[in-house]
């Protein structure tokens, strides 16, 4: 399990990087009323913050030291509104050049109900 640094964002919006090792991470979100959009649902960018971290922290659970990472493009697919309850991602790493990650990440409630999809790549860059 890689160690992550303290992340301001995912704490203001109560995301917690629960698994991070060999390409895999998991991500857990409380839905908070704050966290909800206009109509009553999670706002998108939440549900985009839990994959793009989630994301990142699989492409570092791979990195040596001496490197870093970022985001390059992200892509998400809203598939069913959510109001309350927790939410878990689960990304994995499914493509590792030299420079560029792929990844693939799934958003469910509790229920196990598929509340978003995202696919995105990485840079890998030296620190």
């Known amino acids: 399990m890689i160690t992550l640094e ?4 995912g704490e203001l919006i109560g995301l917690e990087v629960t698994e991070a ?7 857990r ?6 966290l909800l959009n206009p109509h009553g649902v999670l706002h998108g960018g ?3 913050s839990m994959a793009d971290t989630a994301m990142g922290a699989a492409v570092k659970s791979l990195l040596d030291e001496a490197e870093l990472c970022a985001s390059i493009e ?4 809203f598939l069913a509104p959510c109001k309350d309850g927790t939410l878990t991602s689960v ?4 493509g590792r050049g030299k420079r560029v990650m792929q990844l693939e990440s799934r958003i469910t409630d509790a229920s196990g109900r598929l509340i978003a999809t995202a696919t995105g790549a990485f840079a890998v860059l030296a620190a």
Do not use: C, S
């Open 6 to 9: 303290p992340h301001p964002f």
């Open 21 to 27: 090792n060999d390409g895999v991470a998991v991500t």
């Open 29 to 34: 979100l409380e839905v908070q009323p704050e």
């Open 46 to 48: 939440v549900l985009f």
């Open 74 to 77: 992200v892509h998400i697919r």
């Open 91 to 94: 990304t994995e790493v499914v």
